[in-house]
């Protein structure tokens, strides 16, 4: 049974309320560039610019302020770059990891159908971490150091991709609810100030939406199905519920990073507001599948205009994020043998790059065409999306 009338209708007109707001997120992007940007901020003894007596500190608040895009060579604070290069990095790492759960089930799915779809999907967070890591090299760091700092455990990712996925209703219930915070969390980030993680995170944003739908049609399914099938999806979703509202990180009062990232507009909303929201979407989406979110404290608070709900446990949270959780050290285990197994593809590449160098020196202007990035690191914005 696929999902129709009006459970398709709830699950439709959330996603199409977010790919309107990645819409509107992308065109106020172009809008900007358009416009044509204040003169970005310089340092003060930057040659290029030698009539623009530099107060760079100004100069880069006034374009936050104008809502004008950070681009790679602006001036910026040493504390904006690093803020950037810490959270991007570990939202690369975050995709990349996170494809381990789910592609737990790739040899398991129950039918061709199914397969081909988790295919596509895991395959998109391979290439969200790719423009994700594209993003983080225009701030000064390679892709391999970061790498290497994910595998000395030295930088994070997402404290949800330490849990197990038991059954193949995970898998759905990871779509819904995983993919659904993602959502939740990434869409104010197409306005983030910072254009490169913009730009990458439209694309992003869209095929998002994509995995939440094919999650829920899948907890859909199963939910009506058998009710040994039915029980699957329940149990799924109460696992997977906790896991996923401790996504969106600690309470605001411990936050370490809020203030002054939504000071810079990386963050544009605190932990607890995207937080409400994800609970608020789940509560209109729970009832089409026939399932129930496992808190007996959540109704609706007609005062704030939205649910109450019993928050996640924190100190799991930190105990997961410093290493303690149930999968960590298999995910990182896993990941450091992949990217062991996979050095001599590194070194071909490399071959490949330097051969391609040598006859670009020699003259030959057909050397490396077709060899792309993402392109996530300049502007004109927006093209390619969806
Ligand atoms: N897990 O001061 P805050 C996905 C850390 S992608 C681990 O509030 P901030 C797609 C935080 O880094 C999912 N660590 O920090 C997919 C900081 O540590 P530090 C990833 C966490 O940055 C779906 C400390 O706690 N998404 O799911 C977590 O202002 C399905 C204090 O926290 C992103 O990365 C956590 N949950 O806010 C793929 C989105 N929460 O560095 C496959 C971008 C907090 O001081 C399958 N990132 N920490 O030692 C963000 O929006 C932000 O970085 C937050 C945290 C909201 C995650």
Partial sequence: MSVDGDDAQTVSGARSG????????????????????????????????????????????????????I??????????????????????????????????????????????????????E???????????????????ELVDLLLAGRQKYSSIFNYPTLTWADVGAIGWLVDGAAIINQVPLCRCSYGPYARAMIRICKEESFHQR?????LHTLAHGTPAQHQMAQDAVDRWWYPSLAMFGPPDADSTHSGQSMRWKIKRFSNDELRQRFVDM???????????????????????QAYDFTPPDYDELLRVIRG?????????????????????VR???????????????????????????????????GAGAG
């Fill in 282 to 304: 789940c509560v209109q989406q729970v009832e089409p599948l026939g399932l129930t979110l496992p808190d007996p404290e959540l109704r609706w608070n007609e005062q704030r």
């Fill in 214 to 218: 094919q999650g829920y049609e899948i």
């Fill in 126 to 144: 391979a290439g969200h971490g790719l423009y994700l890591y594209a993003a983080a090299e225009t701030l000064g760091i390679s892709r391999e």
């Fill in 347 to 381: 070194e071909a590449a490399r071959a490949y790059a330097e051969k391609q160098a040598g006859r670009r020196k020699a003259g030959d202007t057909t050397a490396g065409v077709g060899v792309a990035t993402a392109g996530v690191g300049a502007p004109p914005v």
């Fill in 18 to 69: 977010i790919l309107d707001e990645v819409e509107a997120a992308e065109a106020a992007l172009r809008d900007a560039a358009l416009r044509g940007r204040i003169p970005g901020p310089r340092a003060a003894d930057d040659p290029t610019c030698p009539d623009k007596p530099g107060d760079p500190d100004r100069d880069f608040v006034e374009m936050i302020d104008a809502d004008q895009k």
């Fill in 71 to 124: 681009e790679p060579r602006d001036w910026m604070p040493d504390g904006y770059r690093r803020t950037l290069i810490r959270q991007i990095a570990q939202h690369a790492h975050s995709e990349i990891i996170g494809m381990q759960p789910e592609g737990n089930w790739l040899t398991r799915a129950p039918s061709l159908h199914r397969k081909a779809i988790l295919l596509a999907k895991v395959q998109d």
């Fill in 324 to 344: 303690d959780g149930p999968c960590n050290r298999q995910r990182l285990a896993h990941r450091r043998a992949a990217h062991a197994a996979g050095g001599w």
